[in-house]
């Protein structure tokens, strides 16, 4: 509360700041996340061998991995269609799969640095991120910028970041992701049209508009103090 600015990445988390702490909304100022550079339309795909589905993320509850594997499995998708995940395995996840008879079809990746994340999003049929809770969702963002498309949620800020530029669902509902899926890699107008919003989307995440916006408002306090 006492202090002259506070920066946030999205209008959600400032939402969030002031329900929990009571400061006055005019102090917090949104500044989203920008974008690497290494995440854009040119890069060169990652070749696994086979079509995939991209899931990046961690192990946390909120990333609500559970249900994406139990929608995948309902999709109405070419089953030589795999599920790759960044990250390890855990032991629930793993039991899941084995449930679903998808030993064969979800694959995880292990740890991937930066470097090699655009190729690992460009070679894949689009991103699937229905994460629960998300105070930006940079995936999201990272996907557009590499000409990918993208489905996520409907909840926290993940509406704020994506726009009208991917579809989004109910992340309670399987139903929903399930059939969001079988949209993403069936309707190829949809496909098309969602890449081209993505591109142009993408474009506001970047780095120069960041330190731009947060050079403005210390500006701004440096003359409050003289």
């Known amino acids: 509360r006492k202090a002259y600015k506070i920066f946030t990445v999205s209008n959600f988390s400032k939402e969030r700041i002031v329900a929990w702490s009571g400061v006055n909304p005019n102090k917090i100022v949104t500044v989203y996340n920008g974008v690497s550079s290494l995440f854009n339309a040119d890069v060169k795909p990652l070749n696994l061998g086979y079509k995939y589905l991209l899931c990046v993320g961690n192990r946390k509850t909120h990333k609500n991995e559970k249900c994406v594997i139990s929608a995948f499995a309902k999709a109405d998708i070419d089953p030589a269609i795999k599920l790759v995940f960044t990250g390890n ?120 508009n960041v330190v731009s916006e947060i050079e403005m408002v210390l500006t701004e306090a440096c003359d409050g103090n003289k």
């Open 89 to 208: 395995p855990c032991n629930d996840l793993e039991k899941l799969i084995i449930q679903h008879g998808l030993s064969e079809r979800v694959k995880f990746f292990g740890f991937v640095s930066e470097k090699d994340l655009p190729s690992l999003y460009k070679g894949s049929l689009g991103l699937v991120f229905p994460s629960l809770y998300e105070g930006f969702g940079l995936p999201v963002v990272e996907s557009m910028a590499c000409g990918i498309p993208v489905l996520t949620s409907l909840t926290s800020s993940l509406p704020e970041v994506a726009g009208d530029a991917a579809i989004l669902v109910d992340p309670l509902s399987e139903d929903a992701i399930t059939k969001g899926i079988s949209r993403l890699i069936n309707d190829s107008e949809l496909r098309k049209h969602l890449i081209q919003k993505g591109l142009l989307r993408a474009k506001r995440f970047n780095w120069q």
